[in-house]
C-alpha cells in the first residue's frame, strides 16, 4: 500500500519548483479519487494563486473552508487572495476570521 506520505511530498515538490500547471494535474488526479483531499485541494489554491487566476484559487479556498473550518491558514488564504482582487475590506473581514480562529485554537491548547 502506498505511504499517505508520498502523494504530499509529490505535490510540495511540484509547488516550490513553481510548476503549477503539472501541480494543478496532479491534484486532479488526486481529488478524482477523494474529492476531500485536504492536501491536493489547498495546493490548487496555491497553484492559482501564483498563476494569478485568483477567482479559482477563491473557489479552493471556499471548498477548503466548508471541509476544514478550524484551520485559519485556510482563511487567511482567502483573505490574500481577496486583496489581489482588491477587495479590500473582504480582505479584512477573511483576516479577523483567521486570527479569531488562531486565537480559539490556542486557547484549546
Known sequence: MASR???KEKMYE???AE???ELLEYCSKTLSQDPQD???LKNKAYAYYFLNRYEE???YYDKLIELDPKDPSH???KSQTLEKLDRHKEAA???EQAMK???ETKNNE
Open 14 to 16: 511540484l509547488l516550490t
Open 19 to 21: 510548476k503549477y500547471d
Open 93 to 95: 473581514s477573511w483576516f
Open 5 to 7: 506520505k508520498e502523494p
Open 101 to 103: 480562529i488562531e486565537a
Open 57 to 59: 484559487a477563491l473557489s
Open 38 to 40: 485536504l492536501e491536493a
Open 75 to 77: 482563511y487567511s488564504g
